[in-house]
Nanobody
Framework: QVQLVESGGGLVQAGGSLRLSCAAS????????MYWFRQAQGKEREFVAF????????SYADAVKGRFTISKDNAKKTVYLQMNSLKAEDTAVYYC?????????WGQGTQVTVSS
């Protein structure tokens, strides 16, 4: 059984920073692909960032490239999303996703609100 718990969201002014965390339970974390997605009110959920099982491969949505950094700590079973230079359009609920083989697991989400 895999459970994901996000934390670190909150209210921040435009230009500020936040670091989101996603803690996983279960024994599959070290071999899992991890993702961050976000969903703004009234919009579809969209991809934000990806990190491979070893942490050596990452990719980002164009909208966040150069501002957000994804990382993972296999020993802590945690994936992070460092968000810098935040913009009002980054306001959304942020979700982490764990993929192992063909199984996807989602967290409950954490709200990020950026005031302009």
């Amino acid at each position: 059984q895999v459970q994901l718990v996000e934390s670190g969201g909150g209210l921040v002014q435009a230009g500020g920073s936040l670091r989101l965390s996603c803690a996983a339970s279960g024994r599959t974390f070290s071999t899992a692909f991890m993702y961050w997605f976000r969903q703004a009110q009234g919009k579809e959920r969209e991809f934000v960032a990806f990190i491979g099982w070893s942490g050596g491969t990452t990719s980002y949505a164009d909208a966040v490239k150069g501002r957000f950094t994804i990382s993972k700590d296999n020993a802590k079973k945690t994936v992070y999303l460092q968000m810098n230079s935040l913009k009002a359009e980054d306001t959304a609920v942020y979700y982490c996703k764990l993929r192992v083989v063909t199984n996807d697991y989602w967290g409950q989400g954490t709200q990020v609100t950026v005031s302009s």
